[in-house]
């Protein structure tokens, strides 16, 4: 095995390897052990509200919720392939699984969890981590902000205690819903909704050291409590909590439920591969650290499995949780360990208070977050800028919010895609070369045509930007217009990075049928990587070797000697 191959499967093995156990083998300071404690101290207590809120939303029972950061949350950090990372249920997954819950019941979205999980796995060990970053901001920006909406608007029911029993998953419908209830309104709901909401808001600019949420939950709940007030809580409408972790256990599984599940059970794995991902980096750029993409998948598909084994929801890396940690001193994945046994400790010892939390001050939590994810400036942004990327954003986003958040995603990337080939295809051209004499090409160029003469019966033709299906028929019109046959044609390739299948399907049929016609074509300013692919195409065996050159002088060269050869052959 040669040393370059050895170096090789070591930075593979590497790329796959958690933060905890190369920070164990580096050996963890014990002064930052005792940061990481706290830190993890802390985010589980910011965790708690949220847990319970998210499930609360996604129409599962509020235990779900701290289910899934406490089992999904440690698998996630021991695992991790970034140093900070905190995993656990977040307001995005809200519409998907609240979609599921509705049409496929609990045991749907235990299968449908566990099957992303897979899915994230494998992506990971496919090394599709760098891959999952080239999707579109704009397209990222429209689902974020319609999951943004869809998170408020299903707030309003609990937000003005309106005591709905059945809300349609419905956009519209549910706003037609809230209108015909709005003579139920309880006013202690709004105030307590709007007490949540001023907390929230002013505590981070107050102190940091008290989330806003936490002490809405500790305030209101005991006003609620000592006042009697007539809000709803999570006793009066789910009962007790549970106080301990369910065994683990996987409901039957048939065909036809796995055939269903696929598509919400993908929309799961991208939007917690998109999610996670973009946390990572993000705490990257605070703490100047480099996370693993493909060990951050692998770990997120094994919180996310172990979630639906114990009954959980869905799980990814939190941003703003993640933010907390690194903020409060946290620098390795043992925070957020600590920050999952903490939210455990809450659940077991705990758990019979949380149930005395009135609906109203979670519904305004989950506003405040909402808020947070809207990122309505750079929704604006975008709007004022390239059309495409408008286009992008505008359909996913009601997308997202009038249909479905897989529709949403598949669609978005499609039109991206499709918009990109556009744009890609507007940008490349095939012309003839006196047309383009006339603009006066760069002086300094070595290669310029204004340095060489054109032969008499000699074409040139300048192929600029990539060679593929969106531009091919560009070429294929142009040749076509090539009327009595010269003696000799140049293909000028300087400015043609890549090529596809396409492309050198047409430029095969071209050179054939020229050759047909006893005309010479010669290629020049092919790149070396064109080259490559042009021999594996047996495109330069179909052409010649010699008639390959690097620049077009030398090609003209050639070709004005070529011609003149058979104009004097023709003559004798």
Do not use: C
């Not at 599921?100 to 981590?129: E, H, K, N, P, S």
């Not at 919180?303 to 907390?324: E, K, V």
Request: glycine letters at 8%.
């Amino acid at each position: 095995m040669t040393n370059r191959l050895k170096f090789f499967i070591q930075l593979q093995q590497e790329a796959l390897r958690p933060k905890l156990f190369s920070l164990i083998k580096e050996g963890i300071p014990k002064k930052q052990l005792r940061r990481d404690l706290v830190a993890g101290l802390v985010v589980g207590i910011i965790a708690l509200p949220l847990a319970i809120a998210f499930a609360i939303a996604s129409g599962v029972t509020p235990d779900k919720g701290l289910i899934t950061a406490v089992v999904a949350g440690f698998s996630i950090s021991v695992l991790s392939g970034s140093r900070v990372q905190i995993g656990g249920p977040t307001g995005a997954f809200i519409p998907i699984v609240y979609g599921i819950v509705q049409q496929y019941g609990i045991d749907g979205l235990i299968v449908a969890t566990f099957m992303a999980g897979l899915m994230l796995t494998l992506m990971g060990f496919a090394r599709l981590g760098s891959v999952i970053k080239f999707i579109p901001h704009s397209l990222i920006v429209g689902f974020t902000t319609g999951i943004a909406v869809i998170i408020f608007s299903a707030q309003i029911n609990d937000l003005l205690g309106l005591s709905l029993e059945k809300v349609p998953a419905d956009f519209i419908d549910k706003w037609k819903v809230y209108g015909q209830a709005l003579h139920r309104t309880n006013l202690w709901a709004v105030g307590i909704g709007l007490v949540t909401l001023i907390l929230a808001f002013a505590m981070p600019k107050i102190t940091s050291k008290i989330p806003g949420a936490l002490l809405a939950i500790l305030l209101l709940t005991a006003v609620v409590q000592i006042f009697q007030l007539p809000v709803e809580t999570i006793e009066t409408r789910f009962g007790s909590i549970s106080t301990a972790l369910p065994r683990p256990t996987m409901p039957d599984v048939s065909w036809p439920m796995l055939r269903e599940l696929i598509r919400p059970a993908f929309a799961i794995a991208m939007l917690g591969a998109i999610e996670s991902l973009l946390s990572a980096v993000v705490a990257d750029s605070v703490i100047g650290g480099n996370h693993r993409s493909n060990t951050e998948l692998v770990a997120q598909g094994a919180g996310n499995m172990a979630s639906a084994l114990f009954g959980g929801i869905p799980a990814t890396g939190a941003i703003a949780r993640t933010a907390a940690n690194i903020k409060n001193g946290g620098r390795t994945p043992v925070a957020g360990m600590v920050h999952a046994l903490v939210l455990l400790a809450v659940m077991v010892f705990a758990g019979n208070w949380a149930k005395l939390i009135p609906l109203s001050v979670l519904a305004g939590i989950l506003v405040y977050v909402a808020y947070n994810m809207s990122e309505w400036r750079t929704f604006k942004a975008i709007l004022r800028g390239q059309r495409p990327d408008v286009v992008v954003m505008l359909t996913t986003f009601f997308l997202t919010v009038l249909f479905d958040l897989t529709v949403a995603i598949e669609i978005g990337m499609i039109l991206a895609a499709f918009l990109f080939i556009r744009r890609m295809a507007a940008i490349g051209d095939v012309r003839p070369v006196e047309e383009q004499v006339t603009e006066r090409n760069d002086i300094k160029d070595p290669d310029s045509l204004e340095r060489y003469p054109i032969p008499p019966g000699v074409q040139v033709f300048e192929i600029n930007g990539p060679l593929f299906f969106g531009v091919a028929h560009k070429f294929k019109e142009t040749m076509r217009r090539v009327g009595k046959p010269p003696k000799a044609i140049v293909l000028r390739m300087r400015f043609v990075p890549t090529i596809d299948e396409t492309g050198i399907h047409n430029l095969r049929e071209f050179i054939k049928n020229m050759q047909a016609r006893q005309v010479k074509v010669l290629l020049s300013g092919v790149s070396s990587e064109l080259q490559e692919e042009l021999r594996e195409a047996r495109i330069l065996f179909l052409v010649g070797k010699k008639n390959v050159f690097s620049n077009v002088g030398a090609a003209l060269r050639y070709a004005a000697a070529i011609t003149s050869d058979k104009k004097e052959g023709n003559q004798v």
